[in-house]
């Protein structure tokens, strides 16, 4: 039998988002790495006799955890052992899923895909944000916010997309909205944090693009940071009396 590794999306943090699939593997899973954003709750629903391993990273040490990473998942499929990479939303989200994949693959050992729902998505919906509405937002995009080392985002790309979803942007957030007005969005323009979404601890806090850029929004991570007009749906879709949204033709 090869060795093989499970690449599994644990969701954002509510064990009931966790997919069938998902589940049924960490039932028989006999090792399993998972990152600092999978949830405890998630964990309970894993075999109790497996070992775990806490893979997650912290600033300054991303690379040298990896690489940790990397020879543990070899190691132990080598040794045909189920298992389980765990990472928090979906695997392939700015989870360095794809890295992880292509690595085992050049080691001989086979990757299952099993994948997650992504904060990016799920958590501004279970908030009351929905990232597209007939009239309001027919785009949305996906970023992350934080670069390592990379180069710096070019914001004026994302500039005439309707919704724009930011991934780990939390300690940037004041230089990202800047960036944005910089790049033509209204200051004016609502914006949300949805923090510990999915969570019995969510707390959703709204403001505009320019209040964050002044530096006079405070917000915890992990949090997904949502802007576009979409963000005034949420009032209106919690609150039942309202009047329809008004759509464009």
């Known amino acids: 039998?090869?060795?093989?590794?499970?690449?599994?999306?644990?969701?954002?943090?509510?064990?009931?988002?966790?997919?069938?699939?998902?589940?049924?593997?960490?039932?028989?899973?006999?090792?399993?790495?998972?990152d600092r954003l999978v949830s405890s709750e998630v964990l309970a629903a894993a075999n109790p006799r497996a070992e775990f391993?806490?893979?997650?990273?912290?600033?300054?040490?991303?690379?040298?955890?990896?690489?940790?990473?990397?020879?543990?998942?070899?190691?132990?499929?080598?040794?045909?052992?189920?298992?389980?990479?765990?990472?928090?939303g979906d695997p392939c989200v700015f989870g360095r899923g794809g890295e992880e994949w292509a690595t085992l693959r050049e080691r001989g050992i086979e990757v299952e895909m099993v994948p997650g729902v992504s904060s990016a998505i799920a958590v501004p919906g279970l908030a009351g944000i929905p990232l597209t509405y007939r009239g309001v937002s027919r785009s949305f995009a996906v970023i992350t916010g934080h670069c390592c080392g990379e180069t710096e985002t070019d914001w004026t790309r994302y500039a005439g997309i309707d919704t724009l979803i930011i991934l780990m942007g939390v300690s940037e957030r004041a230089r990202i909205a800047r960036a944005l007005i910089a790049a033509g969005r209204s200051a004016a323009e609502p914006a949300a944090f949805i923090e510990r979404g999915s969570?019995?601890?969510?707390?959703?806090?709204?403001?505009?693009?320019?209040?964050?850029?002044?530096?006079?929004?405070?917000?915890?991570?992990?949090?997904?940071?949502?802007?576009?007009?979409?963000?005034?749906l949420r009032q209106r879709l919690h609150d039942c009396s309202c009047a329809p949204v008004a759509l464009a033709c």
């Open 1 to 34: 039998m090869n060795p093989k590794v499970y690449l599994i999306g644990a969701g954002p943090g509510d064990p009931d988002l966790l997919t069938v699939k998902a589940r049924r593997i960490l039932r028989s899973a006999d090792v399993i790495l998972y």
């Open 199 to 232: 969570t019995p601890d969510e707390r959703t806090v709204i403001a505009t693009l320019g209040e964050i850029a002044a530096g006079r929004v405070n917000v915890e991570p992990p949090a997904v940071f949502v802007t576009g007009e979409v963000v005034r």
């Open 53 to 88: 391993l806490y893979a997650g990273k912290h600033a300054g040490e991303q690379e040298a955890v990896q690489q940790w990473i990397f020879e543990q998942l070899t190691e132990h499929a080598r040794r045909g052992r189920v298992v389980v990479r765990l990472k928090g």
